[in-house]
């Protein structure tokens, strides 16, 4: 069964970090191109960062630029989003999922598929 599954959300204070994965089942991550995405209450799922089978990176949110970083550990079939310096307005489920496009170009959910479950992510005091 081919599916993704995230883990390492959490509940962190303002300026925290938390180091999210993506583990692949099922399937080899090396010729996916893989997107973190992220979807708050009563908002819209939103792309945050994109890594590309080749290891390039692509932010999709600006607000996280500066802050989370994105990588890939093929011979664990992983990808991570490490983020930093979080923020309340992070908080959201976050999600990851995966398309096989030359490059990270589309930020659309409907370009990706196989997604995960979900993580949550609270960032408050």
């Known amino acids: 069964q081919v599916q993704l599954v995230e883990s390492g959300g959490g509940l962190v204070q303002p300026g925290g970090s938390l180091r999210l994965s993506c583990a692949a089942s099922?399937?080899?991550?090396?010729?996916?191109?893989i997107g973190w995405f992220r979807q708050a209450p009563g908002k819209e799922r939103e792309g945050v960062l994109c890594i590309s089978s080749s290891g390039a990176s692509t932010y999709y949110a600006d607000s996280v630029k500066g802050r989370f970083t994105i990588s890939r550990d093929n011979a664990k079939n992983t990808v991570y989003l490490q983020m930093n310096s979080l923020k309340p307005e992070d908080t959201a489920v976050y999600y990851c999922?995966?398309?096989?496009?030359?490059?990270?170009?589309?930020?659309?959910?409907?370009?990706?598929?196989?997604w995960g479950q979900g993580t949550q992510v609270t960032v408050s005091s």
């Open positions: 099922g399937f080899t991550l090396d010729y996916f191109n």
């Open positions: 999922a995966s398309n096989r496009f030359s490059r990270c170009s589309s930020s659309s959910p409907g370009a990706f598929g196989s």
